[in-house]
């Protein structure tokens, strides 16, 4: 990651703490409507997202919400717990499905914070964030690299 | 997908893959497409965000990208390395990694190589994303579910 113009100023600000809880935020419920605008931004028309039977020839008692569409919720919920991080590397695991019209929920905690240094390398912070279902099975496990956004 | 356009190409790749030996009357494992033009455009950069929840303020969604992933020559790619009648991609991992964020409006090339894991049945899709210069990195697992 190269450093922009005002990342420096980062150095000096105060940096989060390893072991900082985020708050759980709600996500859903997504219903057929919202999967297909999905698909259709998307595009991924995956059809096991858009069509029951599908989805149950391939053992799922419904279509499963867009594991990307899961994803790029947990920017917003970022956004929310941090609003001074900004995340340049993001992987996901999706491990259980979260159907249509069921809920979910963000939850999310500050693994490591390694400092900056006077060579312009900027300050990271490394995020552990997960999403449960309403069944309270772990759906999906990311690892988010942030860095202190310029000026925040 | 209006912002992507054609100009690339399919060719086999070598790539370490999990899994047996391959059998090589069976064909390549892996393919490289690209490089493919490709373009967040403004109208489909909102209707993204739209969508996603994200700031509708003309910066690129994070998560865009997956958006070229379903490009017509990938997903030949991806027929023509699972060797099943009927299947269905289960989205396994994502990954970005950027160097510097997606601006609107703007070409940028993407180079993907498409790599079959045959235990378990698997396709990854990494790919490379920059203009002059590198932009992000990307990485698609797919579980492969005959249906």
């Known amino acids: ?152 | 997908m209006a912002e992507t356009t054609s100009g690339g190409s399919i060719q086999p790749i070598q790539h370490p893959v999990a899994g047996p030996a391959p059998d090589k009357a069976a064909g390549p494992l892996s393919l490289r497409v690209g490089p493919l033009t490709v373009r967040a455009d403004a109208a489909d950069v909102a209707a993204f965000a739209q969508e996603a929840a994200a700031p509708i303020d003309g910066t690129v969604p994070f998560t865009f990208p997956v958006r070229w992933f379903s490009h017509p020559e990938i997903r030949a790619a991806g027929t023509k390395l699972v060797d099943c009648e009927a299947w269905v991609p289960i989205h396994e991992s994502q990954s970005f990694a950027y160097d510097r964020p997606l601006a609107t409006d703007i070409n940028y090339q993407m180079t993907i190589d498409v790599i079959r894991e045959l235990e378990p049945s698997r396709l990854i899709l990494r790919a490379e994303i920059g203009d002059a210069d590198p932009c992000l990195r990307a990485e698609m697992v797919l579980r492969i579910i005959a249906t």
């Open chain 1, 1 to 152: 990651m190269k450093i922009a113009a005002g990342q420096t100023d980062a150095l000096a600000r105060e940096l989060p703490k390893a072991g900082e809880k985020f708050a759980p935020l709600p996500f859903g419920p997504c219903n057929m409507d919202e999967l297909r605008r999905y698909a259709l931004v998307s595009g991924d028309d995956n059809p096991i997202h858009l069509d029951p039977e599908l989805a149950r020839r391939a053992g799922l008692p419904a279509p499963p919400v867009h594991g990307m569409l899961l994803m790029s919720r947990l920017l917003p919920a970022l956004a929310i717990w941090r609003p001074d991080l900004k995340i340049v590397r993001l992987s996901n695991k999706f491990l259980r499905p979260i159907f249509v019209n069921e809920t979910g929920e963000f939850s999310g905690r500050i693994a490591q914070v390694t400092p900056g240094d006077s060579s312009g390398s900027p300050a990271k912070i490394l995020l552990r964030l997960m999403m449960h279902t309403e069944r309270r099975e772990l759906a999906l496990l990311a690892e988010a690299m942030t860095i202190l956004k310029p000026g925040a």
